[in-house]
């Protein structure tokens, strides 16, 4: 009997070729900036790692920079940010921003609309990074090995590329990986002067075959009286791997790992890290 095409196997013959169906009728996170900032509000734990990484650089190439949680206080130390991400909607909120900000700091930082798998700034730098996990953002290999390639194309000789990819002990704590169709209340946050609780809630989608983690966030905004202000959606789609599959990435791309750091505070890298830093430079 010929065997029926399945649209599992549509998907995963797809993303193999490099092809991501989008079928979520949800937009994705970047196109929401206020709730990602609302999500990330007290997020600085990879800062001060940052702030020593790229001590001494003049100039520097943030990928996916998003609202410049990192790229502001980078720049407020003195030294150039260039960041560039393919979210115009993500930009646009940092624009906003550093108008809040003194002018010669918003004059330290450039930014422009372009994909990590694909852009030519036509230019080198000593560093060049990819913070927060957002590696993972690439959904198959093809998309991972453009954006090694494009990083390394933009790497001065001598310089140093890191990128920090998460170990997932957040997907094993919040079980991302069970395919339980149970929505799961991830944060509660109550903002002081207008008195409005903000909730987000997720369900969880994992596809062993293509590796594509999905997670639909519920968020419900309500007022002090606690009536129901406004419900929104977002899709958060990620690729899970382990870090095995990024050395062979990275070795495709004559890539040279020279360190491996298992926190935000240079330790190492052992069994129960919460991230893996990858410093690297051309080989
Ligand atoms: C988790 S946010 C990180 C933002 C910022 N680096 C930070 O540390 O807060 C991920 C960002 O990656 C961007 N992004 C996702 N895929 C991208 C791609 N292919 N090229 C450029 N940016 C991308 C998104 O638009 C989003 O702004």
Redesign the pocket.
Known sequence: MKPRLLRQDATSFALMKGTVLDESPFPP??DRPDL?DWL?RD?DK?IDMYRRLTAGHECIL??????????IPLAQQGIEVHG????AA?LNEFKAKLEGFPPELARRIHLEQ????QFDLGRQYSFVF?????FV??LTLA?QKA?LTALRHHLAPGGTMVIDIPTWAEARDERWLDNDSRVMKVQQSIDADSGTTTEMWSTFRFDATTQLMEQDRHFRIYDREGMLQSERVVVWRSRFFLPGEFYLQADACDLEITQVYGDFQFGPFRHDSEVAVMVMRAS
């Open positions: 996170v970047p990602y990330y997020t990879d943030e990928c996916a920079v998003g609202t410049g949680r990192l790229a560039i991400d393919n979210s993500m372009a994909d990590m798998r990819i913070p927060f996990g957002s953002y690439l998309d954006c």
